[in-house]
């Protein structure tokens, strides 16, 4: 029996029996009284943490600093903007810019005023330092403070994702960092958010205790927060049934969100993530990959049976994908097809390309739990051997994850990389500066000239339609030169305990437990 057969067997397996479990059925209970606002305190479980305490390290993790940082804007319900550390914004008149406005009532835990000078020291300092959180922000060429409570951000040319990327952009206090510097500043940070790191544990735990003081525009309940890291889904989901955490984030399959519906939980899935092993251009360059090869890049994507995965690993909560965008983005086509499953035509293109009996791709697949599934990864390994490409997989921790991905690990990214794509501030900034040909090679897994063109034409455009218009032809020049090997489109899932309350997801990867509260 061929491994793809072996494989389907082992999925149907494993689902069956999950699906003849059966689901616990409690008694009827009295709903307890709620706990006093002053003892709240929320256990919270990641499949990973961020690599450090600072927002410096990663561009995401956003509902994880959340509790400490305050940033320009924040997001609403389907992106709309709202005020948050500026009061209002406008456009410069010649358009070389944005103006913010910020309010006069915010200080830093230490007992420091928020001023224009620490808006205008933390957006240089990522401008000018290698994060993810500059490679969102390419037209931006400095912020300058105008008077205390008055910022301007300067760009290339006109640019309307500067707003989207606001968010992002948590505020530092300027003379702390200076005086700490940036090792003790990941360790030991400082923010004007209504609470404080009080223990940081990397890879481990980061507990938030509130501030005494009130925030200005945050009303927060929980005395403390608790972010611990579960990166294995059925550890969170047995903490959730003891009540030893109150709310999971993670890579939960169908079989657990289905499960966790009948017992109770609450369970928020949304189709937001594109996953995809991504290819890198330089690695492939370097190694004179058969990967260089459109023809074979395309016979990778025919390969896989996405429609079975998404059926056996997933249930019905995910589908197949075939571009860079997730349903609900501005760059989203539904022209763009997901490639059909189709042995056959890989093994032809394989062939024309010169390797009739398959290859060795050099170095393995990285992935972390914390975006991935195991059984994902273990299901393309087995297509691909089908077709005779052999590839190996390598799991890691999110932090060292993150260091490869991001090319600031003590080696190189491999050939190919599994990855999350998710259009998370509605303009696909964050995935966009690992795709753009305006950044050095090695921080960039594939450019595309054409993406390029649209997406700058994007910016630039006042009207809405038009951006849109322009957004789906750059997703299309992606598309069109095969850079990664598209898999399925995944929902974020949270799930919390019944003794949850107030838990709302604004949208899935910027939110806050500000307003959660639980029952004892």
């Known amino acids: 029996m061929g491994s793809r057969c072996c494989w389907t067997l082992l999925l149907l397996g494993l689902v069956w029996a999950v699906a003849c479990t059966p689901a616990a059925s409690p008694a009827p209970a009295a709903i307890p009284a709620a706990t006093p606002l ?22 995401a993790k956003m509902h994880i600093f959340a509790a400490q940082f305050d940033s320009l804007i924040e997001f609403g319900e389907k992106f709309a903007l709202r005020p948050a550390v500026a009061e209002r914004w406008e456009l410069l008149p010649d358009g070389s810019g944005w103006r913010f406005f910020l309010r006069r009532d915010m200080s830093f835990s230490n007992g420091a005023r928020l001023t224009a000078s620490d808006v205008e020291f933390t957006l240089n300092l990522f401008l000018t330092t290698r994060t993810q959180q500059q490679a969102m922000m390419p037209n931006l060429t400095q912020t300058k403070r105008v008077d205390d409570y008055t910022v301007d951000l300067l760009t290339r040319q006109r640019d309307y994702s500067i707003l989207y990327v606001a968010p992002y952009l948590y505020i530092f206090p300027q003379a702390y960092y200076q005086q700490v510097g940036r090792d003790i500043f990941a360790t030991r940070p400082i923010g004007s958010g209504p609470y404080e790191l009080v223990e940081y544990r990397p890879a481990d735990l980061m507990v938030y205790r509130r501030r005494p003081e009130p925030h200005p ?64 251009r330089s690695a492939i360059e370097r190694s004179a990959s ?137 303009f696909f900034s964050l995935q966009r500066g690992l795709m753009t040909c305006q950044q050095p090679p090695q921080n960039v897994l594939w450019c595309v000239p054409g993406f ?16 849109a218009a322009f957004l789906r032809a750059a997703n299309k020049a992606y598309v069109d030169e095969v850079a990664m090997v598209f898999l399925l489109v995944v929902p974020t899932v949270t799930l919390a305990s019944p003794k949850v309350q107030g838990l709302t997801l604004a949208t899935p990867f910027f939110w806050n437990l500000d307003r959660v509260s639980k029952r004892a």
């Open 452 to 467: 390029d063109e649209n997406y700058s034409a994007a910016q630039a455009e006042p009207d809405p339609a038009r951006r």
């Open 38 to 59: 002053a003892e709240v305190v929320l256990t919270a479980a990641d499949a990973g943490l961020p690599p450090s305490a600072s927002p410096e390290s990663v561009a």
């Open 217 to 280: 525009y945050r009303a927060v309940v929980a005395r403390e927060i608790r972010w611990r890291a579960v990166p294995e889904a059925t550890v969170a989901l047995a903490g959730l049934r003891t009540g030893e955490i109150d709310i999971a984030v993670g890579a939960f399959s169908g079989d657990q969100a289905d499960q966790a519906r009948r017992e109770g939980l609450t369970v928020d899935a949304q189709l937001t993530t594109v996953q995809a092993l991504r290819f890198d």
């Open 290 to 426: 058969p990967l260089k090869d459109i023809r074979v890049r395309q016979a990778l994507n025919y390969a896989i049976d996405k429609e079975a995965i998404a059926r056996t690993i997933y249930r019905g909560y995910a589908q197949p994908i075939g571009q860079i965008a997730p349903p609900g983005s501005l760059l989203y086509d539904d022209a763009l097809k997901p490639y059909p499953y189709d042995p056959g035509k890989a093994k032809q293109l394989l062939a024309e390309a010169g390797y009739p009996n398959g290859f060795k791709v050099q170095g393995p697949i990285d992935y972390t739990r914390a975006f991935f599934q195991p059984a994902l990864l273990q299901a393309a390994q087995s297509y691909f051997r089908d077709i005779g490409v052999q590839a190996e997989i390598e799991e890691h921790e999110f932090g060292v994850w993150v260091d490869i991905f991001t090319a600031r690990g003590v080696r190189p990214r491999n050939e190919m990389i599994a990855s999350n794509q998710s259009d998370a501030n509605g």
